[in-house]
């Protein structure tokens, strides 16, 4: 029987979907491929036809987040006054949108997340990938240049701190996770200034 391409993307919808709701109702941990391929009515098999590994799912999951969350961001077209204003609305709406995913930000900084994970092609290059070009248009729209290799390194090991902090934040609204976003956007921005006073041209200058 020929698969046609409308059939694999119901597929692949009807996993991520199953998916997304055995892993509100049981945890990451405790759900299993062969779980969540009986929930969707195909065989394990088939299932790793579309996804790896269950981290897979959750990165393919985070992705779709990421991607609304972009949208949003773009649609509210926020016109801030500095970059580390539009920064922290940025990562906000981020935040909002992976807040189903909460609960499994401890196995999405283990493998998805993780700045040493660099498998090509996948979801989880992807969200690092599209979210760090994001910065850097922010930081290029407001006069910071290119970002050096370091200054992204910095900025994505605050991010994944915010998100670590975020993960277990029992605060009303995680309030306590805005408050420690703020400080971390500060701090990012505070070291980019100094980098850029600290530069052989700027020193030229004076």
């Known amino acids: 029987m020929?698969?046609?391409?409308?059939t694999k993307v119901a597929t692949r919808e009807r996993i991520l979907e199953v998916a997304r709701g055995l892993f509100a109702?049981?945890?990451?941990?405790?759900?299993?491929t062969r779980e969540i391929a009986q929930a969707a009515e195909i065989a394990t098999g088939t299932l790793f036809?579309?996804?790896?590994?269950?981290?897979?799912?959750?990165?393919?999951?985070?992705?779709?987040?990421?991607a609304g969350?972009?949208?949003?961001?773009?649609?509210?077209?926020l016109d801030a006054e500095s970059f580390?204003?539009?920064?922290?609305?940025?990562?906000?709406?981020?935040?909002?949108?992976?807040?189903?995913?909460r609960k499994h930000l401890p196995a999405l900084l283990e493998t998805t997340l993780h700045r040493l994970v660099t498998a090509p092609g996948d979801d989880s290059q992807s969200l690092r990938v599209n979210h760090l070009e994001t910065v850097s248009q922010l930081a290029h729209k407001h006069g910071f240049g290119v970002l050096s290799p370091v200054a992204l390194q910095l900025y994505w090991t605050l991010y994944s701190g915010v998100l670590v902090f975020w993960?277990?934040?029992?605060?009303?609204?995680?309030?306590?996770?805005?408050?420690?976003?703020?400080?971390?956007?500060?701090?990012?921005?505070?070291?980019?200034?100094?980098?850029?006073?600290?530069?052989?041209s700027k020193s030229r200058k004076k």
Request: some cysteine; proline content about 3%; hydrophobic content about 40%.
């Open 2 to 6: 020929r698969v046609t391409a409308e």
């Open 25 to 32: 109702e049981n945890g990451f941990e405790a759900t299993t």
């Open 49 to 66: 036809n579309y996804f790896a590994t269950k981290e897979a799912i959750v990165a393919c999951l985070a992705a779709e987040a990421a």
């Open 69 to 77: 969350a972009h949208q949003e961001f773009e649609r509210k077209a």
């Open 84 to 101: 580390e204003e539009e920064l922290f609305a940025f990562v906000a709406e981020r935040l909002r949108k992976f807040k189903p995913l």
């Open 167 to 200: 993960a277990n934040d029992k605060s009303p609204k995680q309030e306590d996770t805005l408050a420690v976003l703020d400080h971390s956007v500060e701090m990012f921005v505070g070291w980019l200034n100094g980098q850029r006073d600290a530069s052989p």
